[in-house]
């Protein structure tokens, strides 16, 4: 993630990063978004669908604050610059258990990563940190 962070160039290519940056997780994420500082979603969805990343405009705009790790995750990432893995949580579309994986930007904006429930179980670990 860290040499990805220059190729970030603010909320107007928010889509245009996450697209640059969908190869390296191939396997562990199935979804993948970016929200400023209060939840507010700047991107759109990029999902995984048959090992293919498919874009949902229309996930833009939706707030996530409310999300169990949201808030207590962007202050750790304005403190510590640095990523962080939720705990384990079922997802609001699935119901699956998943993790996130928080990573600041610059300016206050922040990449959520969903880990895909399937990688989770082949590493059982993830389950219990």
């Known amino acids: 993630m860290k ?3 220059p190729e970030w160039h603010g909320e107007p290519e ?3 990063f996450i697209e640059n940056i969908t190869a390296p997780f ?4 199935f979804r993948m978004y970016i929200c400023d500082s ?3 979603q700047v991107s759109s969805n990029f999902r ?3 090992e293919r990343w498919e874009v949902e405009p229309h996930q833009k705009g939706s707030h996530w604050a409310f999300r169990p790790y949201f808030l207590e995750n962007t202050m750790r ?3 510590l610059h640095h990523g962080i893995l939720s705990d384990t949580y ?3 579309e699935t119901g699956e258990m998943i993790r996130t994986f928080s990573y600041p930007l610059p300016d206050q904006y922040f990449l959520f990563v969903d880990i895909s429930p399937s990688y989770i179980n082949d590493k059982d670990y993830l389950l219990f940190q």
């Open 77 to 79: 990432m304005r403190t």
């Open 90 to 92: 079922s997802d609001i």
């Open 26 to 29: 191939h396997e562990e994420s």
């Open 48 to 50: 995984k669908r048959e």
């Open 3 to 5: 040499k990805a962070i």
């Open 14 to 16: 928010a889509d245009r």
């Open 38 to 40: 209060e939840g507010q």
